[in-house]
């Protein structure tokens, strides 16, 4: 399995270096990656919810400001070669709801400190979701009935 990840990890940053479909394309990769890699491997699966926040973050703000991508094209670790190509909504709130489901998985299992990072990044990727804040109004509610043990 380890095998098979990594050579999607690879596929994935080849995708975005050569901007072979932008990042619609990517996130599909990244979606396959994340799918796989949620089970076994759950530092590479947060490594990646993080390069989804980032990913989304960036091209969101290039949008919203266009003239961010004269003052630097490096926004993530690779160009952004589309400017106004953000993250698909679709792919956001798969990645969104995947990681709070984890969060959930946690949370049945006592380990609250990761449960709580795992959904704080859920909810985080939620709020850049372009669904008028329903997704992330919805994760919030959800995390706030969660009971805490003090």
Request: charged content about 25%.
């Amino acid at each position: 399995m380890a095998v098979i990840i990594a050579t999607l990890q690879q596929i994935v940053d080849c995708v975005w270096q050569q901007d072979n479909g932008g990042v619609g394309k990517v996130s599909r990769w990244i979606r396959c990656l994340l799918a796989l890699a949620m089970p076994s491997n759950i530092e590479m699966a947060e490594n990646l919810v993080n390069q989804v926040m980032s990913i989304a973050r960036n091209t969101k703000a290039v949008c919203s400001r266009p003239s961010l991508l004269h003052i630097d094209r490096r926004l993530t670790k690779y160009n952004l070669k589309q400017p106004m190509d953000t993250y698909p909504t679709e792919e956001l709130e798969w990645v969104a709801t995947t990681a709070f489901n984890r969060a959930v998985e946690f949370y049945s299992t006592s380990q609250d400190k990761i449960c709580r990072r795992w959904a704080e990044k859920a909810i985080s990727l939620a709020e850049l979701n372009d669904d008028g804040g329903l997704l992330h109004q919805l994760l919030q509610r959800k995390y706030m009935d969660l009971a805490w043990e003090l």
